[in-house]
């Protein structure tokens, strides 16, 4: 089997990985009906998280589980499923209390762009559609495994509640699904900060109100502006670089709240600062997996279309084109698919 190998900087290949197998009773194979890019997966792209030789990518996916280890009670051959970046058991402490991506057995997914995949702890980790899905919702199903599942986590952790203002930092798919969240939730206001117009065009439709352009300190003043001199309620960092976060920061009020998921790289926080902002602060890796049921059945239901994000569709074997999109930002979000496969759907129903 082939899947996305990267090499280094800017140098990814589709090449021979070998075929996955069950390796723990509780494992599945899933063969994989979409699989994506993820922003995240840039940062070791463009040079900036040094990798230790040739490191097989992929975090995000959806598809039909194809096989499951001896131990594998809830999870069907078969069946559609979703899981998400961090395996996880969903019954250890930091489960139940809806950290999954704390989980005390947690393991990182880490070879989804390929045709099939090991999901560890597949009882834990994979959630099935009550059936297989039609091919029109797979990129929404996609997105839920991550970006919809981060963006949604960012809005609880800012604590986004029905009228509320909300400000979003960052205009990838994650800050544009913070979007949609936000709105999900009832926000009153929701101010996208952006400059590229097509991301600007997509924030509007799914639900801001208000666009601000600017940057570091001169957003923050816009934001206090655009609520006279008060600041935002909620505010979600989808970006993590110094800027962004104390961006972030400075558009929340005080007793307001910042729900950060961007991955922090080189943020270093002023405790001065922080003491006189009077802000929550609240992130990390997102806990995909508490959020998938509600999440699926939003998608199943047609309340929410997240597979919006994804504007570039290109075979899976095309996925160095999907890396090289997405750094030059001529893409939001690139979706790969596998070849050679009928979708789930087709299979059944021939038979
Ligand atoms: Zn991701
Ligand atoms: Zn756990």
Known sequence: MKGAVLYGPRDVRFEDRGTPKIVEPTDAIVRTSATCVCGSDLW?????NP???PTPMGHEYCGIVEEVGSAVKTIKPGQFVIGSFFASDNTCPHCRAGYQSSCQHREFVSTAQAPLLRVPLADGTLVATPEVP????IPSFLAVSDVMGTGWFAAV??????GATVAVVGDGAVGLLGVLSAKQMGAGRIIAMSRHAP???LAR???ATDIVTERGNEAVAHIKELTKGIGADSVLECVGTQESMMQAIGSTRPGGAVGYVGVPHGVDLDGEKLFYAHVHLHGGPAPVRRFLPELIDLVWKGKINPGKVFDLTLPLDQVAEGYRAMDERRAIKALLKP?????GRQKINAT
């Not at 070791?44 to 900036?48: A, E, K």
């Open 44 to 48: 070791p792209y463009r040079g900036l």
């Open 51 to 53: 990798i230790n030789g």
């Open 134 to 137: 039609s091919a029109d919702l």
């Open 157 to 162: 952790a800012a604590n986004v509640k029905p």
């Open 199 to 201: 991301r600007q065009k």
């Open 205 to 207: 439709e799914f639900g």
């Open 339 to 343: 070849q050679n496969q009928g979708h």
